[in-house]
């Protein structure tokens, strides 16, 4: 198993990548302490993890608040020992989701976004931080997205916080490396939460975007690489387990596009799709 005995604290584990990456986790072998915003969206997802026959327990915390985190933290460490992964994954969408216009943005709006995408990753990697620098070892795996390496129209502070969540990743791999601590990030394109537009008290739908948008017609794929199915949660939690996992022992500080599907290989001009022929 990858993740044998390895403790984790996953944070928005409540729903979408979070609750999907808490189930794969621990078929993984790890030990989770799932948080969430919503009591009842933690709980449910850790006796999941229960139910399919891995070792959870679960806390509300939100990633605003830096006792809440400390608590999450201290909560991994009282029931199993110690903590071994930080999965930052705790995220909003742009408040409107792209219908704001820019002069229309509010301060408090703006504040919204930041607090959660910025400052809870750095409360959440402050708090692991604590617990690590003690053992000399551990990662921290942060949730941002494609918007951290390109721009979403619309998305004025989402695409800033996820840029300024990358940087911190940067900035930390050199404070914490020291210590034997690495951080990394991945950056989701395609096969993100459905969840994430809709309101906390939602029905947990655990499907992407595109797969809740109607059949898969692969030819009309917004990515350029087809396939048979449309992207999900588990491609992106694939890529999460790996940053989690000794596979990526050597990496930290990098900001990984998953489930970009060669979306950032394309340039601003349309090009032909079939070589040699130009379009008309």
């Known amino acids: 198993m990858r993740l044998s005995d390895k403790v984790v604290v996953i944070t928005g584990g409540g729903s ?32 999941e993890v229960v ?43 742009e408040v409107g989701f792209g219908t704001v216009a820019f002069d229309e943005l509010t301060l408090e709006n703006w504040q919204a976004v930041q ?9 959440a990697s402050k708090a692991a931080f604590r617990a690590m620098k003690e053992q000399e070892y551990g990662t921290i795996v942060v949730t941002t997205s494609a918007a951290s390496l390109v721009a979403y129209p619309g998305f ?50 655990g499907k992407s975007y595109e797969e809740v948008m109607g059949p898969w017609v692969k030819d009309h794929a917004a990515m350029p690489l087809r396939l048979n199915r449309p992207p999900n949660l588990r491609d ?3 890529v999460a387990l790996f940053l989690a996992s000794d596979e990526s022992a050597y990496m930290s500080g990098v900001c990984l596009p998953a489930t970009d599907g060669g979306t950032h290989a394309r340039v601003a001009i349309n090009f032909p799709d079939t070589p040699g022929v130009l379009p008309e």
């Open 236 to 238: 992106n939690a694939n």
């Open 156 to 205: 004025v502070s989402y695409t800033a916080s996820k840029h300024g969540a990358n940087g911190l990743v940067k900035a930390l791999s050199f404070d914490l490396g020291r210590y034997g601590i690495r951080i990394n990030a991945l950056c989701p394109t395609h096969g993100m939460s459905a969840n994430l537009p809709l309101p906390l008290d939602a029905e947990v739908l």
């Open 51 to 93: 139910d399919a026959g891995g070792e959870a327990v679960w806390m509300k915390a939100d990633v605003r608040v830096e006792e809440e985190m400390n608590a999450a933290v201290d909560l991994a460490v009282s029931t199993y020992g110690r903590l071994d992964i930080m999965f930052a994954n705790a995220g909003i969408g």
């Open 115 to 123: 607090d959660t995408n910025l400052t809870g990753v750095f409360l």
């Open 16 to 47: 979408g990548l979070g609750r999907e990456s808490a189930l794969l986790f621990s078929a993984e072998g790890a030990k989770v302490v799932v948080t969430d915003l919503s009591s009842k969206r933690s709980e449910k997802v850790a006796s």
